[in-house]
């Protein structure tokens, strides 16, 4: 897991926490002695094991009457970055040892650590490792890089970086469980960091040890899968911190921001930020404001970065910024509002399904032979998308609603068996076999993903042009007044002017 967020958010007092269990004293030697007051604590659950650390006045600090289980507190190592790190206290020790390290050195008492090198070769792709030596005194584990004759290099005296990673595969070595390491890219260039993520995971496989970072490095964050990338956010004005899995997008821009563009469309993904591009080039004429769209990752993610820009204003003013969503997502919550905007299908993906189970692109896009599967089930779904009449009596059915209804009217929807459903396939099924069509089409190369747009675009010409031209509204309109913004804030409505 990788945390990451601004700075003064909280992310070292996480890992402060989490080295309390290991070090009672990691609060006194690493903060100010006003850091806890009366009434502060810590509470932890570990595997339904509850340890509170609460505050004494006696102490001034806070105390847990509760013993850590010794195998909670050997498992976990936890690194704090300068000054109070261990990777920056260790080298006193190592130097008072030179002695035994010579004699090791020139008797040739040491091993050679090859899993260490391959994964030090891994990181930094290079050969300077292969010189490197294990040396064992008094219990613990040493390593040099041998030079000429019985001269050595301790590794004291390699880079932070060097170091550093050594320190890692130590700790993995000892078969500690979780290792916690602050500004884990303190010390590494970027290719390393990439490669370092990669290596990890490997580590984390073969000894089963899992790995808690923090970060600011975009390059670091990038090469993360979107389950391991966490953000945590600190409310100044309730003095509440909250934790949430979030796109790699959304960091970058919560972060970073993207400066120096008049408009911001944020959208879901890629497929749908292409889209629009198209058409903005093909049907929005005359555009007034530079503009840039830039795709975050999931509905509610999306509309999310939005509303949080209105107040941090990352990206530019509220009035410069609105998100543009699948048209499946219009029916929830996070899509009502004056700022977002659906297109005009379902998903891309799904209109292109329905479109080729309809018969349209015949003779050039197989669904039988590219899906591999029987692809019957999905044209029975097929009205869904196109909004067939349902004799609910009810008006604004959602499309889930829809969606059951129509399986009930074709008798497709017996009651569960053991648990599971027959012969249905759900709506997702149906959007993640039209991802897969997409994607076996463009992969090969029937038909380019651009391609795929303009011809939906083509078939669907009145309701596309009727949607372009709310982005060429927004891409021309001036945006309202500051005195006109808190009308906006409660909803009124105000006339903005085009710029001729």
Known sequence: MC??????????????????????DTF?????????KEGSSIEYEINGLKLVYSYEKSIETI????PVPMDYRTKMYVELPIPHGERFTFFQRISNLDADIRTAVVLKNFTKPEALIKFLHRIYDNKNFDNLVTIEIKGATYYCRLTVGTRYLREDYFSSGEYFLINIYRRVSQ???????????????????????????????DNDVKFLLTTHSLAMMQTLEPHEIFHLEFEQSTGVAKIENVPYNYIKSILFGFKGWDKYILTEDAVLKEFLEHLIRTYCKSIYFSYNIIYIGGGSGTT???????????????????????????????????????????????????????????????????????????????????????????SNISLKDRFWNILRSLRLAP???????????SEGEFGDAGKKLLREVVKQRIMSQ????????????????????????????????????????LGAPVVAKSQS
């Open 415 to 425: 009651p569960r068996k053991n648990g599971r459903k027959l012969d249905v396939s």
């Open 304 to 394: 999310d970065l939005m509303k949080r820009n209105r107040v941090e204003e990352f990206f530019s003013s509220a009035d410069n910024v609105i998100s543009v969503l699948d048209g499946d997502q219009r029916i929830l919550r996070h899509a009502r509002n004056n700022s977002t905007f659906c297109i005009p299908f379902e998903s891309l993906e799904k209109e292109f399904l329905a479109h080729c189970l309809e018969g349209g692109l015949k003779g050039r896009v197989d669904c039988q032979a590219l899906l591999k599967g029987d692809i019957d089930r999905f044209r029975r779904y097929v009205p869904i998308l196109r909004k067939a009449p349902i004799s609910t009596g009810k």
């Open 3 to 24: 945390v990451t967020g601004k700075n003064g958010t909280g992310k070292t007092t996480l890992v402060k926490a989490i080295r309390n269990l290991t070090n009672s």
């Open 450 to 489: 651009q391609e795929v747009i303009q011809h939906l675009c083509k078939e669907n010409e009145a309701a596309v042009i009727k949607f372009s031209e709310e982005l060429q509204r927004f891409l021309t309109v001036q945006p309202a007044p500051e005195a006109s913004r808190a009308a906006i804030a």
């Open 28 to 36: 006194a030697k690493t903060s100010s002695e006003d850091v806890f």
């Open 175 to 205: 078969g500690y469980r979780l290792i916690v390491i602050d500004e884990i890219d303190i010390s590494l260039d970027a290719a390393a960091q990439v490669r370092l993520i990669e290596s990890l995971r490997d580590f984390g496989a």
């Open 63 to 66: 105390n847990c009457r509760t």
